[in-house]
C-alpha cells in the first residue's frame, strides 16, 4: 500500500509537468533559473516560469511560481516589472499579486487549468492597476497600507479614542517606548495605572492634535513633512484653527492621530513632528520660528504657519486602537473577585472575559490566564467603543 507522502511526491512532480506544458506551450513561457526562484525569499518557491502580458499599456514580465506543497497550493504570480511600493495596491514588495482567488482552494488534480484562471485574475488586476481603476482600494484598506512600510522597530502608540468623526486636540502620554494617546488625562492615567500598576511617571500627560480627514488618505499623500500635515488641516474643517490652539499647548516633539472611515470601518493612523533647530557659527541652537521678531511678538498664525512647515520633517507611525478599563472593570469585579490587579494586565474584550477568564474546576485561576489577558488587549480596528 503507497504511503502518503509517496503519492504527494507524485503529485507535486506530475503538476509541475503539467504546468509546464500549459505555460511553455500556450503561454511561450521560458522557465526561471533556481538563481531566479531563490531570489523571492522567504517565499520557499521551488519552481517558477516567466511570461509575457501584453496589456493596453504595456508588455509587462510576469513570474509564475509555484511551492513545494503543489498543486495542494496556490500558484503564486509575481510582477517583475512593476511601479515602486505602493503605486498600485494589491502588490506586495516584491511584486506579488494578492488576487482575489487566493481564498480558493487548490485543485491538485488541475494545476494547470488553476493557473490558467489566476492568470486571468492576474491579468485583470494589472490593468485596473495601469488605469487607476482600483487606486480606492488604498482608502478601503487604509490602515493595512499605512502600516506595510513602516520600520518593523518604529514606534507605536496606543489609542483609547473614540473614533467619532470629531477632530479636537486630545492627551497623551509619551512614554519611554510606547505612547497612549486618550480623551482625557484622567483616562490615560487610569488604563496606565491598571496595566502597569502605580508608578511615579504616571502623573501627566501632554497634547495632542486628532484631525479626522474627509477621507482616508492615498499613499501619495502621506505625509513627509509637518507641512503635509498643515495642509491636511486645511481640508478639515477649523483645522487650521486647531494647529494654531496644538502649537500654543502642544511640547516638541508634536503628535498627530489622523483619523478616516475607510471601507472597513474607522481607521487611526499616527504622525509624529518636530521643531527643527539650527546651529550658528558660535555653536549655538537659533529657532528660526522666531526669525524677524522678539520672543513672544510673532503672530500666533504667522507662528502656527512655520512650526508646521515644509522645513520640519515628519515620520509616521502606527495606532493600536485598545479599550479602555472603566468598560469592563465593574463586570469583572463581579465574576470574578478581586484578582484583577494582578492578572488583568491590559483591556480586554467583554466576550474575551466571560469566555476565557474562567476559573479551573479545582477553583484556582487558569495557568494561561496572563497569556490570555494579553493576547486580548489589542482589538480589530473595526470594534466601537459604545
Not at 504570480?77 to 512593476?82: E, K
Not at 497623551?172 to 500598576?197: A, C, D, F, N
Not at 504622525?271 to 503672530?299: A, E, Q, W
Amino acid at each position: 500500500m503507497p504511503n502518503g507522502r509517496a503519492i504527494a511526491l507524485q503529485l507535486h512532480e506530475e503538476g509541475i509537468q503539467k504546468v509546464d506544458s500549459f505555460l511553455t506551450s500556450v503561454c511561450n513561457a521560458r522557465r526561471l533559473s533556481a538563481d531566479e526562484v531563490q531570489a523571492y525569499a522567504g517565499r520557499f518557491l521551488k519552481v517558477g516560469w516567466e511570461l509575457h502580458v501584453e496589456t493596453p499599456v504595456a508588455l509587462r514580465r510576469l513570474h509564475v511560481l509555484l511551492d513545494g506543497e503543489s498543486p495542494f497550493s496556490l500558484p503564486r504570480f509575481f510582477l517583475a516589472d512593476r511601479p515602486k511600493f505602493l503605486t498600485w495596491p494589491h502588490i506586495e514588495e516584491d511584486g506579488l499579486l494578492c488576487l482575489l482567488a487566493d481564498s480558493k482552494a487548490a485543485r491538485f488534480k488541475h494545476p494547470a487549468e488553476m493557473v490558467g484562471e489566476l492568470l486571468g485574475d492576474a491579468y485583470r488586476l494589472i490593468c485596473a492597476s495601469e488605469s487607476g481603476e482600483n487606486q480606492s482600494d488604498f482608502r478601503t484598506e487604509f490602515y493595512s497600507y499605512w502600516n506595510r512600510s513602516l520600520e518593523g522597530d518604529s514606534e507605536k502608540i496606543l489609542s483609547l479614542l473614540k473614533p467619532d468623526g470629531r477632530s479636537r486636540l486630545v492627551k497623551i502620554w509619551r512614554g519611554k517606548t510606547q505612547p497612549i494617546v486618550g480623551e482625557t488625562e484622567e483616562q490615560i492615567i487610569s488604563w496606565l495605572r491598571h496595566r502597569y500598576g502605580e508608578q511615579s511617571q504616571f502623573d501627566t500627560t501632554d497634547t495632542a492634535c486628532l484631525l479626522w480627514l474627509p477621507e482616508a488618505l492615498l499613499p501619495e499623500q502621506y505625509p513627509k513633512t509637518a507641512g503635509d500635515l498643515y495642509r491636511l488641516a486645511e481640508t478639515v474643517e477649523g483645522g487650521k484653527e486647531l494647529l494654531q490652539r496644538f502649537n500654543e499647548l502642544g511640547t516638541n516633539p508634536f503628535y498627530f492621530i489622523l483619523g478616516a472611515e475607510s471601507g472597513n470601518g474607522p481607521c487611526l493612523a499616527g504622525v509624529k513632528t518636530r521643531k527643527v533647530s539650527n546651529t550658528d557659527i558660535r555653536g549655538k541652537r537659533r529657532d528660526h520660528s522666531l526669525d524677524g521678531f522678539r520672543p513672544g511678538k510673532v503672530p500666533k498664525f504667522l507662528m502656527t504657519q512655520r512650526l508646521f512647515s515644509d522645513a520640519n520633517p515628519s515620520s509616521r507611525i502606527k495606532v493600536e486602537r485598545v479599550l479602555p478599563w472603566e468598560l469592563f472593570a465593574d463586570e469583572w469585579d463581579a465574576r470574578y473577585g478581586s484578582p484583577r490587579n494582578i492578572y488583568h494586565v491590559r483591556s480586554i474584550d467583554r466576550g474575551v472575559a466571560l469566555e476565557t477568564f474562567a476559573r479551573t474546576k479545582s477553583g484556582g485561576w487558569s495557568p494561561k490566564i496572563k497569556q490570555a489577558i494579553e493576547e486580548a488587549g489589542r482589538f480589530a480596528e473595526h470594534l466601537d467603543y459604545d
